[in-house]
């Protein structure tokens, strides 16, 4: 079973550009999730799809973040226009619905952003 | 105060040592709880999820009190393999929503 993947690996933008990764979680698979981690801080929670739909997206940082995931399978995530504190590394995760109210995630590689 | 406090480590242990991780968390809404391992520049793997009743997978025990809201993970029998951060992860709500994760204890171990 192929795993999470997450497109690119790394991205080296300037400030005040556009940059949209994208990740591919694993196959039947509903819950999809996208956290950053900023250098010297904990992994923070961005927002929860399940399916196409939103389910909790309280933790984007501002309206220059968008996801989307049409169609229910993959997801982007675009950062428009693009900050300095915007550099990071963004993972995306996804689960399936188990037993006893468990969600166990599965984490993709993650994609390296640096904006200079 | 965060709402999910590990042990802010480092560890350093020699092989074949037991070795305890804490975590506790704030929120009582929080319903399913997590024990992920992050090697350096790599994602986070999931180690063991954490019941009520406790688990157990070979050298690894993670137990967890709902009651003082803390997370604990055993290893047993450390390897150099297990050399790693070890994040303590939480779930706000039913459906997975909002996972906290803690900031992870970084584990040395050495030969």
């Known amino acids: 079973e192929a795993g999470v993947t997450q497109f690119p690996s790394h991205s080296v933008i300037e400030k005040g550009q556009t940059v949209t990764l994208r990740c591919d979680p694993i196959?039947?698979?509903?819950?999809l999730y996208w956290y950053r981690r900023v250098m010297g801080k904990e992994i923070k929670f961005l927002l929860h799809?399940?399916?196409?739909?939103?389910?909790?997206e309280s933790g984007m940082p501002n309206n220059r973040f968008l996801a989307e995931r049409t169609g229910g399978t993959y997801s982007t995530l675009k950062v428009q226009p693009a900050e300095l504190e915007d550099s990071g590394v963004y993972f995306c995760a996804s689960s399936r619905a188990a037993g006893g109210g468990q969600y166990e995630q599965y984490f993709g590689p993650g994609t390296r952003l640096t904006v200079t | 105060r965060k709402e999910v406090e590990q042990d802010p480590g480092p560890f350093n242990v020699p092989e074949g040592a037991t070795v305890a991780f804490n975590c506790t968390y704030s929120?009582?809404?929080?319903?399913?709880f997590f024990w992920y391992r992050q090697d350096c520049r790599k994602e986070p793997k999931l180690l063991m999820s954490v019941y009520s009743s406790g688990n157990e997978d070979g050298r690894f025990t993670a137990q967890l009190n709902r009651a003082s809201q803390y997370i604990s993970l055993l290893i047993r029998d450390s390897k150099l393999s297990d050399s790693a951060t070890y994040l303590c992860v939480v779930n706000r709500g039913a459906g997975g929503f909002k996972t906290i994760f803690g900031a992870g204890t970084r584990l040395f171990v050495k030969a």
């Open positions: 196959s039947g698979h509903d819950n």
């Open positions: 929120n009582s809404a929080s319903q399913s």
């Open positions: 799809f399940v399916k196409e739909s939103k389910q909790d």
